[in-house]
């Protein structure tokens, strides 16, 4: 199975790393598609099928936890796995998330590595 | 928290980052010897926290830094990265991890904060001058640019004023 994917951010750098770092993991990946905002990125699951959401928090016009939100309270979006990639660091935060039904938190600056490992478990993919 | 600890961990978790992020080697600048600022045009990055504690992070990179570390992050040789399109955005995210980790070095994973008000600019030669006339920075090299680091907290502000009233 290919795996279709959303990256969320507004920096255009940090799509560009995880598009980059994505490619280079073992994951069959069918379509990568890129929003720079929560209102963005939920035009483009109303549009196309999407398997999992990585997502940053602190965005302009609509922000991660906004975005998850607005998920939970459709019924075609809130089974869609989200990993938040933040620079927050509170323990108290990720558990706020956890909460909301975020499913992995990764903090910046993460490895492509450590990456690469959530998104397997997230996902159940097993390489071996 | 005595201000030689402050400056430990800013050092510390600035080096960490451009380490991890974009393999670049940050060494200790001895100011007493001094630096020189003059070679290059500057860009600053700042930031708001707010929660736990109040207060500003901003970082001052020279243009041509911001360049290469575009080009780290990404990957890719410095001909390759649209600088129009990358330097500044590298610029931030750099001041929005440092500030992350550094809220976490500094008052551990319990607290809460937000971080808000980014923003990104040019600096003319003089306000450089008089930003770092102003304030207490933190600077270190890499390779051979300046990367200076500016800390301010409400709660350092505040205790000065109790100390000098």
Same mark, same amino acid.
Not at chain 1, 90 to 117: A, C, M, N, Q, W
Not at chain 2, 21 to 38: I, K, L, N, Q, R
Not at chain 2, 62 to 69: I, M, N, T, W, Y
């Given at each position: 199975?290919?795996?279709?994917?959303?990256?969320?951010?507004?920096?255009?750098?940090?799509?560009?790393?995880?598009?980059?770092?994505?490619?280079?993991?073992?994951?069959?990946?069918?379509?990568?598609?890129?929003?720079?905002?929560?209102?963005?990125?939920?035009?483009?699951?109303?549009?196309?099928?999407?398997?999992?959401?990585?997502?940053?928090?602190?965005?302009?016009?609509?922000?991660?936890?906004?975005?998850?939100?607005?998920?939970?309270?459709?019924?075609?979006?809130?089974?869609?796995?989200?990993?938040?990639?933040?620079?927050?660091?509170?323990?108290?935060?990720?558990?706020?998330?956890?909460?909301?039904?975020?499913?992995?938190?990764?903090?910046?600056?993460?490895?492509?590595?450590?990456?690469?490992?959530?998104?397997?478990?997230?996902?159940?993919?097993?390489?071996? | 928290?005595?201000?030689?600890?402050?400056?430990?961990?800013?050092?510390?978790?600035?080096?960490?980052?451009?380490?991890?992020?974009?393999?670049?080697?940050?060494?200790?600048?001895?100011?007493?010897?001094?630096?020189?600022?003059?070679?290059?045009?500057?860009?600053?990055?700042?930031?708001?926290?707010?929660?736990?504690?109040?207060?500003?992070?901003?970082?001052?990179?020279?243009? %041509?830094?911001?360049? /290469? @570390?575009?080009?780290?992050?990404? +990957?890719?040789?410095?001909? !390759?990265?649209?600088?129009? $399109?990358?330097?500044? %955005?590298?610029?931030? /995210? @750099?001041?929005?991890?440092?500030? +992350?980790?550094?809220?976490? !070095?500094?008052?551990?994973? $319990?607290?809460?904060?937000?971080?808000?008000?980014?923003?990104?600019?040019?600096?003319?030669?003089?306000?450089?001058?008089?930003?770092?006339?102003?304030?207490?920075?933190?600077?270190?090299?890499?390779?051979?640019?300046?990367?200076?680091?500016?800390?301010?907290?409400?709660?350092?502000?505040?205790?000065?004023?109790?100390?000098?009233?």
């Amino acid at each position: 199975m290919a795996y279709n994917i959303l990256v969320v951010d507004d920096s255009k750098t940090i799509r560009a790393i995880i598009v980059k770092i994505l490619k280079l993991t073992k994951l069959k990946i069918g379509q990568i598609f890129e929003a720079e905002n929560g209102k963005e990125a939920l035009d483009c699951l109303k549009d196309n099928w999407i398997d999992l959401i990585l997502t940053d928090l602190n965005m302009p016009v609509m922000s991660g936890i906004e975005m998850v939100s607005e998920m939970a309270r459709d019924g075609l979006l809130k089974d869609i796995p989200v990993i938040v990639i933040s620079t927050d660091g509170s323990v108290k935060r990720i558990e706020e998330l956890k909460e909301k039904g975020i499913r992995e938190y990764i903090r910046k600056p993460f490895t492509p590595e450590s990456l690469s490992e959530v998104i397997d478990r997230v996902l159940g993919v097993n390489h071996e | 928290m005595s201000n030689k600890k402050i400056v430990d961990i800013i050092n510390e978790t600035v080096s960490g980052v451009l380490e991890q992020t974009a393999f670049m080697f940050p060494e200790p600048v001895d100011m007493a010897s001094g630096v020189s600022f003059e070679d290059f045009e500057y860009v600053l990055v700042k930031l708001n926290y707010s929660g736990y504690k109040d207060g500003t992070v901003q970082m001052i990179i020279p243009v %041509d830094f911001c360049a /290469e @570390l575009s080009a780290n992050l990404l +990957g890719e040789e410095i001909g !390759d990265v649209d600088p129009e $399109e990358n330097n500044f %955005d590298s610029a931030k /995210e @750099l001041l929005n991890i440092v500030s +992350g980790q550094l809220l976490v !070095d500094l008052y551990g994973n $319990e607290a809460l904060f937000s971080l808000i008000d980014l923003e990104v600019k040019k600096l003319e030669k003089d306000e450089f001058f008089s930003i770092i006339e102003d304030c207490e920075y933190h600077c270190c090299m890499v390779d051979d640019y300046p990367v200076i680091t500016i800390f301010t907290s409400q709660e350092v502000a505040d205790e000065c004023k109790s100390i000098n009233s």
